[in-house]
């Protein structure tokens, strides 16, 4: 029998999972910290010295492999917002004209409270309601936690311990991403193989729907980030710059140079799915449940949905 739901997270599981309990009948409502659609598939557009850059400084491509998720891409490729990236891999895809593109689409048709941070959650007689900093949200039937696992360990600590310490055995590891704008191109590899400090290296002008200037995105190592992770952007930015420079040869001097921290980014693998509980209705899902790739997101999404409806 169809219920409602409260999803706290709006990334690929959260929108996967939401879309799932909505084809299902179910009331859903999503809340999402962000001021909207990105997250970890976060992309931007820069103007500098009168040029525009578009950068993707979260996940950079997807693979399609499991039926289900490949029928999806194939579906988000029909409405124009996903291409093949073949110079990645066969497998490999993107979002147009960003990688965000996915998660602006998937939200658009969902009931989604961006800038809304939940504190806390609480069961009563009614079923769960959620405590963010202007009012309580609820009851609602189910509550998901779709987070990274850290998050998920924070909010889930006081109400169920068991999914606390699954979480807080699978932490994520850091990135620091540097985002770099230049004036004109060099010759250069579209895609840099990993060497540290390096972990990725692309043109991401190169990517299919993309549009304008020589725009690179470089993510650090996991353990050159973990050991950089309080450094200051400038500091970031140079090293990774120099170390780009090393690998290609010089360089011009970028128009545009930043850098993005990301203190919870590759996610570890729980490999359990998605998580439930029958007795509370109380529901978790996201990339570190499997592996950290976006299908996984998607497939735990939707499993935490299917568990949720059984």
Aim: glycine letters at 10%; a neutral charge.
């Amino acid at each position: 029998m169809a219920g409602s739901a409260a999803i706290v997270g709006a990334g690929i599981a959260g929108l996967a999972c939401a879309s799932r309990l909505t084809e299902a009948g179910w009331r859903v409502t999503l809340f999402d910290k962000g001021r909207g659609p990105g997250g970890r598939m976060a992309s931007k557009v820069v103007t500098a010295q009168g040029a525009c850059f578009a950068f993707d400084y979260g996940a950079q491509y997807l693979t399609a492999r499991d039926p289900a998720f490949v029928a999806q891409v194939r579906n988000w490729e029909r409405q124009g917002v996903a291409a093949r990236w073949p110079a990645m891999d066969d497998d490999a895809w993107v979002g147009v004209p960003g990688m965000n593109a996915l998660v602006t689409h998937m939200a658009a048709a969902l009931d989604v409270r961006w800038s809304t941070h939940i504190r806390a959650l609480r069961r009563d007689a009614d079923g769960w309601r959620l405590d963010h900093d202007e009012m309580a949200e609820g009851p609602f039937d189910v509550a998901v936690l779709a987070l990274p696992a850290e998050q998920t360990a924070g909010l889930a600590a006081p109400i169920d311990p068991a999914l606390a310490e699954l979480a807080r055995a699978h932490p994520s590891d850091p990135c620091w991403t540097v985002l770099l704008g230049f004036d004109a191109g060099f010759s250069a590899p579209d895609i840099l193989s990993a060497a540290d400090p390096i972990d990725w290296a692309a043109r991401n002008s190169a990517k299919p729907g993309r549009k304008g200037g020589e725009a690179w995105t470089i993510h650090a190592t996991a353990d050159w980030s973990r050991r950089h992770v309080e450094s200051d952007r400038t500091s970031v930015t140079a090293s990774l710059l120099r170390a780009l420079e090393e690998r290609v040869g010089t360089l011009p001097v970028p128009v545009h140079a930043t850098a993005h921290r990301w203190r919870h980014a590759r996610s570890g693998k729980a490999g359990v799915g998605a998580y439930h509980q029958a007795d509370t209705r109380l529901a978790a899902c996201g990339d570190w449940m499997i592996a950290p790739r976006v299908e996984s997101a998607w497939l735990s999404g939707r499993q935490a949905a299917e568990m949720a409806i059984a």
